[in-house]
Nanobody, 120 residues
Framework: QVQLVESGGGVVQPGGSLRLSCQAS????????VGWFRQTPGKEREGISC??????NTHPSVKGRFTFSRDTAKNAVYLQMNNLKPEDTAVYFC???????????????WGQGTQVTVSS
């Protein structure tokens, strides 16, 4: 079965950290540009970090706090999130990005999402 499954979300206090995972099955994730996106109620889904080829694109709002990484052997990508803020609260998704990571990258094949809540 071809799918992406996110995990690692939860509730964390401001200043805390979480590591999100995006596990692929049924296809080789390393052959694709992959993006992390997030969405809050009433807002459009926004791309926050994308990696493909030699391109790493990170949204200014998370630069210096969030880090994208890949594990080819595990067929997975990760998003390490440090110094979390209440405004980072959202559902986080991973997706393949067939058009590449330049500019305002767009997801194509999506996971189901994982909730991140930053609250004291």
């Amino acid at each position: 079965q071809v799918q992406l499954v996110e995990s690692g979300g939860g509730v964390v206090q401001p200043g805390g950290s979480l590591r999100l995972s995006c596990q692929a099955s049924g296809f080789t994730l390393d052959r694709h540009a992959v993006g992390w996106f997030r969405q809050t109620p009433g807002k459009e889904r926004e791309g926050i970090s994308c990696s493909g080829g030699d391109t790493l694109n990170t949204h200014p709002s998370v630069k210096g706090r969030f880090t994208f990484s890949r594990d080819t052997a595990k067929n997975a990508v990760y998003l390490q999130m440090n110094n979390l803020k209440p405004e980072d609260t959202a559902v986080y998704f991973c997706a393949t990005v067939p058009s590449g990571c330049g500019g305002r990258f767009q997801g194509y094949f999506w996971g189901q999402g994982t909730q991140v809540t930053v609250s004291s």
